[in-house]
C-alpha cells in the first residue's frame, strides 16, 4: 500500500504534544488515516488550511445560521478564497457576522440556552471544553478531542439543537449552514490568542463592554476550571461541577 505524503505541518503537530507530554520525544504522529483508528481521519482536506483530527489534538470550530450572510458577502468571500486569499475571506466572515445579518435566533436566551446546554453535556467524556461563545447567529467553541472525532461531534451538536431549536419555534428548513470552520490548535501561545478571541467577541461586536458580561460565554463569571496544581485550560483543566446559581 502506498503511504500518503508527510503533512509539513505534522511536525508543528508532533511538537506541540510533545511538550504536553503526549507522546515521547522522537515519536511521529501517523499520516492519515490514524493508525489503529477506524474513525479519527488524521490528515485530511476540506478546501482550505491543513486539518488534522486526532485524539487528544484541541481543535477550534465555528458554525453560523443558515441565514447569516448575505449572498453578496458570500459571493466576496469565495472570490477571495478563490484568488488565494483566504485570509481576507475569513475576516470578512467574521466581520459580516458580528454585524448580526439574518435572523439572529440566537439572541433569545432561551435558543441560547439550548446551545450553551448541548455543548457542556458530553463534557468530560466526548471531549474536553476549554471555551465557547454562542452569539446571536455563530456559535464558537474551543476543545479537545477525547474519543470521538470532531467531524461526529460537530455534527451532533447542530443536528441536536436545529431539530430542538425548531420543534419549539413550530418551523422547518435549515437552521445551521451545511458546513463549519475549524483550526487545529498549534501552540500554547496559539491556544490563549483564540480563547480571548472567542470570548471577547460579544466585546468586538458591540454585545457587551466586558467578556464576563456575556451569558452565553465561558469568559461568564459562573463558569470556572479546576485548579489543582499544574493545571490550566491548556494543561487539561476541566470545568469545575455545575454553575453557580
Known amino acids: 500500500m502506498q503511504r500518503s505524503k508527510p503533512n509539513p505541518a505534522a511536525e508543528v503537530i508532533r511538537r506541540q504534544r510533545m511538550n504536553r ?58 472570490a477571495l478564497a478563490a484568488s488565494g486569499r483566504e485570509r481576507q475571506s475569513r475576516v470578512l466572515a467574521e466581520r459580516s457576522l458580528d454585524a448580526g445579518f439574518g435572523s439572529c435566533r440566537l439572541r433569545d436566551p432561551d435558543a441560547a440556552r439550548v446551545v450553551e446546554t448541548s455543548l457542556r453535556h458530553f463534557d468530560g467524556t466526548r471531549y474536553r471544553l476549554c471555551a465557547w461563545c454562542v452569539m446571536p447567529n455563530h ?26 431549536l425548531n420543534r419549539t419555534a413550530g418551523i422547518e428548513g435549515a437552521f445551521w449552514q451545511a458546513d463549519y470552520w475549524d483550526t487545529f490548535i498549534r501552540d500554547e501561545a496559539h491556544f490563549w490568542r483564540t480563547v480571548r478571541y472567542v470570548e471577547d467577541n460579544p466585546v468586538s461586536g458591540g454585545l457587551v463592554r466586558q467578556p464576563s458580561e456575556w451569558p452565553w460565554s465561558s469568559a461568564h463569571p459562573q463558569w470556572r476550571w479546576t485548579d489543582a496544581p499544574g493545571t490550566s485550560r491548556w494543561h487539561g483543566a476541566r470545568l469545575n461541577g455545575p454553575p453557580t446559581q
Open 21 to 78: 507530554g503526549d507522546v515521547p520525544t522522537g515519536a511521529r504522529l501517523s499520516e492519515s488515516p490514524v493508525a489503529g483508528s477506524n474513525s479519527f481521519p488524521g490528515w485530511h482536506e476540506r478546501g482550505y488550511l491543513p486539518h488534522y483530527d486526532a485524539p487528544g489534538e484541541i481543535q477550534f470550530v465555528t458554525w453560523r445560521q443558515a441565514d447569516s450572510l448575505p449572498a453578496q458577502v458570500l459571493g466576496e468571500m469565495h
Open 139 to 164: 456559535v464558537h467553541v474551543l476543545f479537545e478531542t477525547l474519543n470521538t472525532p470532531m467531524s461526529e461531534l460537530v455534527e451532533s451538536w447542530k443536528k441536536f439543537t436545529a431539530l430542538r
